[in-house]
């Protein structure tokens, strides 16, 4: 079906797009260009949203893992500092792998686990006992989807590395399995528990920066040092084959709760570019000896951007580069009617006096909107503004790490959801969401950056909740 929808997407863009004048525009440039479609399944028969899931309350919350290379382990030594957790089983296809993450449970005082090793399937075993409520996918992304839709057919809640679907067909699929089995779906997205990210969201949502316009995210991280690290060169394979915003999330997830994608609005047209790539094929060359013709013969771009509009007149910029000497940027940026927020390089807030109250916050006589506010303004404003999570859960956060604390973040409130009965925190709309730049990019890109439409994954429902909010147990 990818190449299908592929094909249908060349088709109409050649129709939308032929010419030197798009159809719809004039010479003058005030006309329109309308953006490509992209299908968008009519819901299975007897099944509905999963806007606001809850599930039953689980007491104690019983944890597969799968995958135990880079991520898994970590993972696995967070869950032993969780309460109300118990890890049942351990599978990855290395035996010693699965022996490692035995010894984080044995150093923490915990019984072993059941051990799955051996087999490409190894995984369907552990998803298939009875005695497991959630599976904790760390895997190769190529095995994410698959993964997360046999978990959730033997009756599993299912937690997914990031990104959670590759493909547009993916991201379907995983949305009906959830909807026709009740059960959570959700994208291990970190970065949105980011102690300045949420801090950021909760002024954002107290009105600080007045109504947000536009919001900004990225992945820049130069992997120079670590395409060795990958087994079987999946990742880097994975980006010498596809075109495209392969690593979208950890930039969409903040931008995208800020705007209340899917609670209020939604996403409507994308636009992508790129450069060239050089960097990596020049890697190729010189450090695995390949020649320069086959280096060359490669897809995604150096750095991607792309563009989106939402239904209610907002924009989204995403960028990906994970090749040029950059310093590490998920750049980070809320633009409001009374203020503004950034996070790398220089972390910090340029507000309108107007929007504060006072209290506690010193120089409020000399802000200027067009400066950031001074540094022990700032901490202030953080302290004051810290969200309840923070309040509650940073010093523990702090203490256990993983991303600076973040990862423990995610995980805790996983289970406190899954514990108390209440939706979580990103459902599996988000994960389509966030997910689908890899292949709408890819799209627009290919059609000489055309206009996209980004489907309605909750199929008419994006305005049925009103505003993103953290659930809680009072």
Known sequence: MQKSLFAFAILLASLLLGGCTPKGTTTAGRGTVEPIQVPVPVRPAGQGDVIGLTAPKIETVRVGFIGLGMRGPGAVSRFTH??????????DIHEERVENAQKILENAGL???AA????????????????????????DWKKHAMMMIYAMEQG??????????????????????????????????????????????????QGLFGEILHAEGAYIHDLGAFWDYYEGDWRLQYNKEFRGDVYATHGMGPAAQALDIHRGDKMNILVSMDTKPVNIPEYLIEKRGMDR?????????????TMISTEKGKTIQIQHDVASPRPYSRMYQLSGTKGFANKYPIEGY???ASSLKGGEIPNLENLNAHSFVPKETKEALMETYKHRIHRELEEKAREVGGHGGMDFIMDYRLVYCLQNGLPLDMDVYDLAEWCSLAELSRISIENNNAPVAVPD??????????????????
């Open 156 to 205: 599993k809640h299912v937690a997914c590395e990031v990104p959670a679907a590759m493909t547009l067909d993916e991201i379907w699929a995983i949305i009906d399995t959830a909807e026709r089995t009740r059960k959570h779906a959700m994208q291990l997205e970190n970065c949105v528990y980011d102690f300045f990210e949420l801090t950021t969201l909760n002024m954002a949502q």
């Open 82 to 91: 969780i309460p109300g957790t118990r890890i049942v089983a351990l599978c």
């Open 293 to 305: 013709d086959s280096a060359y013969q490669f897809a995604n771009g150096q750095h991607t951007m």
């Open 457 to 474: 994954f909750t199929r008419g429902n994006w305005n049925k909740v009103q505003g993103y909010r953290h659930a809680f147990a009072e």
């Open 111 to 113: 019984p072993r686990a």
């Open 116 to 139: 799955y090793s051996g087999s490409e399937d190894a995984w369907k075993e552990l998803c298939q006992r009875d005695d497991i409520d959630l599976v904790y996918i760390a895997t």
């Open 350 to 352: 340029a507000l309108d």
